[in-house]
């Protein structure tokens, strides 16, 4: 089966004078059958209300803040380290237990 990533923002912190945001907290999670792992982080943002891309908080959308975070993580080196932690679970390389 293939993993199918879901990417999400699990919240924002901004400024309180102009609504501009400065970190964003991030998840991915990744499903494969019954066989689920995930990554958390967080990026950081330097907003400047005089840009002219600048979006206020109330307009924001989460593909527009998925794209900041995008452009601040190799997304393909996490789904990957995911894609690992699924693989690990499908198929140990050890166990434990005894034999009666």
Known sequence: MAITYTWSVVNMERNTADGGVTVVHWRCDGVDGETTAGAY????HTPDPSAAGFIAFDALTEANVLEWVWAGVVRA??????????????????TAGVPW
Not at 41 to 44: F, I, K, P
Not at 77 to 92: M, T
Request: net charge negative; hydrophobic share 35%.
């Open 77 to 94: 080196d996490i789904e990957q380290a995911i894609a690992d932690k699924i693989n690990a679970v499908l198929n140990p390389t050890s």
């Open 41 to 44: 982080g967080t990026t950081s």
